[in-house]
């Protein structure tokens, strides 16, 4: 299986390739990074909101998407989804498809200085997170599982960016799954 990367808004090289490590680091898949960027669909856009709905500019990006890869889009934006403010990831299993939004994840979102190490494990996180819902993971229990859910950016930053015991086991018979498909 093949994970293909994409740029969606100003996103920055070397942000790109941190998400390619840590997918490639985690799952142990390869990881192909699209030289191009792209914008984002405007008709996905809300201008009450100003907000991306996260589904439909998911849906609309990933009309290109190859047989045998997930495709995983790094979004310069801020999005929400139907029912939630606002959401960090959204991943759509059926599709084999997920972005990744990362205008909550600066820390000048909240009023804090720029720290790009701490932008990027947050971007780690959350491409690891939106990955194993491809994959088929759930949402875990463990706090400290990068599969457990955020309902905030505190609860980004307290997990790492890793599975946990568990939730690695599982990954592993998926991805055996999907390799034998």
């Known amino acids: 299986?093949?994970?293909?990367?994409?740029?969606v808004?100003?996103?920055?090289?070397?942000?790109?390739?941190?998400?390619?490590?840590?997918i490639a680091s985690e799952y142990?898949?390869?990881?192909?990074?699209?030289?191009?960027k792209v914008e984002p669909p405007m008709e996905t856009f809300n201008w009450e909101r100003l907000q991306y709905l996260a589904s439909a500019l998911t849906m609309k990006l990933a009309q290109e998407k190859a047989r045998g890869e997930f495709l995983?889009?790094?979004?310069?934006?801020?999005?929400?989804?139907?029912?939630?403010?606002?959401?960090?990831?959204?991943?759509l299993p059926r599709i084999g498809a997920a972005s990744v939004?990362?205008?909550r994840l600066r820390p000048s979102f909240y009023g804090e200085p720029e720290d790009?190490?701490?932008?990027?494990?947050?971007?780690?996180?959350?491409?690891?997170?939106?990955?194993?819902h491809l994959i088929g993971l759930d949402?875990?229990?463990?706090?400290?599982?990068?599969?457990s859910f955020s309902n905030s950016i505190l609860?980004?930053?307290?997990?790492?960016?890793?599975?946990?015991?568990?939730?690695?086991?599982k990954a592993r018979e998926l991805l055996a799954t999907w390799e034998g498909s």
Do not use: Q
């Open 28 to 36: 142990g898949l390869k990881v192909i990074v699209d030289p191009f």
């Open 139 to 147: 949402h875990c229990p463990n706090p400290r599982c990068v599969m």
């Open 1 to 7: 299986m093949i994970v293909r990367l994409k740029r």
């Open 9 to 22: 808004g100003d996103v920055s090289t070397e942000l790109i390739y941190e998400a390619a490590d840590a």
């Open 116 to 132: 790009w190490n701490l932008f990027v494990s947050r971007v780690r996180k959350e491409v690891n997170h939106e990955l194993g």
């Open 72 to 91: 995983v889009f790094l979004v310069d934006a801020d999005a929400y989804e139907s029912g939630l403010n606002f959401v960090f990831g959204i991943a």
């Open 155 to 169: 609860d980004v930053d307290r997990k790492s960016e890793n599975l946990c015991e568990d939730c690695k086991l």
């Open 101 to 103: 939004f990362l205008k």
